[in-house]
């Protein structure tokens, strides 16, 4: 039996996107992307994804409305950011909440920043600066049980991942073609009190059922962006968007710096280009918040967030869900 809101935009007063779900004191809280209306065509760079500020939904619990608790955090308060504030994360620790989020810099490349506030739904405030040695775009944080704190990050093309291949920003870098390993998503651990990465930045690896590194021209399974992880009896569970090929797939491994092995898909494709989620548990149940474009009838970059029930099976394996089947 699906729930009543199940599937179904969760607030449709603005439009959302790339939700990242957290319980925090037992109520839902999800930080996505806010959308702008906009009429430009859309091109690979992302231009036509020109959001400026976040704002944070609540749910008392998964029957319950969802509210939209106004501005949290707008570009114009971030002394380092120029514009395109893209899909966020927050994280719960040392007795504040910290939003971690991308955007451009003043050169307009993508960096992560951070903003904290006492409150789960802002108004956040900004770090003065962009994290230092971070680039890209989609951080993903784990908070693990040993308190260590973890972002995952990184996205093909607009999100200029491939640009940093050589470790210095190179906007004419050769993108991984082919038989070339496939990036993966970027890994580095933050600080206690947020304020900057303790580990070099390193790019993660997926291997294939052969222990093989997945290669670029592998479109169905390798990375492109929207990276999430949870931590599952003992197994970190990487989940990600193919981005082109549009499916939400998983890979499991044994560290939190992987290696991960591919497991299959999580989600088929949603109306829309993009595809990007974050898993839960609620309440001894699994449930993943994703987005599509129904609200708008198919605006790439008008989006609006949804959930919907995830299967997993006692061996761990998670279940395919097909975003429109009726049952
Ligand atoms: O929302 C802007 C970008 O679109 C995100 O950063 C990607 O994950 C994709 O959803």
């Known amino acids: 039996m ?23 004191n037992g109520k839902i809280y999800i930080y996505p992307s806010h959308d702008v209306e906009l009429d430009i065509p859309d091109d690979d ?24 608790n106004g501005l949290a955090l707008s570009y114009k308060d971030v002394p380092w950011v120029s514009r395109q504030m893209w899909a966020p994360d927050a994280i719960y620790v040392n007795g504040k909440y910290y939003l971690v989020f991308p955007a451009k810099d003043k050169d307009d490349i993508f960096r992560i920043g951070v903003a904290e506030s006492d409150s789960p739904t802002g108004p956040f405030t900004p770090q003065e600066n962009y994290i230092e040695g971070s680039y890209s775009i989609d951080p993903a944080v784990l908070l693990d049980d040993d308190g260590r704190i973890y972002c995952y990050y990184g996205g093909l093309w607009g999100g200029q991942l491939e640009m940093w291949q050589s470790g210095k920003f190179n906007p004419d870098e050769k993108r991984p073609s082919g038989d070339d390993k496939a990036l993966g ?19 993660l690896t ?59 898909r999580i989600m088929e494709p949603v109306l829309g280009w993009t595809t990007h989620h974050s898993i839960l548990q609620i309440d001894g149940e699994w ?19 949804k959930y919907t029930r995830l299967d997993m099976d006692s061996d761990g394996n998670i279940k395919t869900i097909f975003p429109y089947d009726h049952q």
């Open 2 to 24: 699906r729930r009543e809101n199940e599937r179904k935009p969760l607030v449709k007063n603005i439009y959302t996107a790339d939700p990242s779900a957290h319980v925090f």
């Open 45 to 68: 760079d992302g231009e036509q994804y020109k959001m400026e500020d976040y704002h944070v939904l609540s749910m008392d619990s998964l029957d319950s409305e969802c509210v939209d």
């Open 185 to 203: 998503p970027m890994f580095a651990e933050f600080s206690g009190d947020m304020t900057h990465f303790i580990t070099t930045p390193k790019n």
């Open 206 to 264: 997926i291997l294939d059922e052969k222990g093989e590194p997945l290669k670029a021209s592998d479109e169905d399974r390798r990375y492109f962006e929207g990276p999430w992880m949870n931590k599952f009896n003992g197994k970190y569970y990487l989940s990600y968007s193919t981005g082109t090929t549009h499916y939400l797939c998983y890979a499991v491994g044994d560290m939190p710096d992987g290696p991960f092995t591919y497991k299959g």
């Open 287 to 305: 449930y993943i918040f994703y987005h599509d474009c129904e609200l708008s009838g198919g605006v790439t970059h008008e989006r609006c967030v």
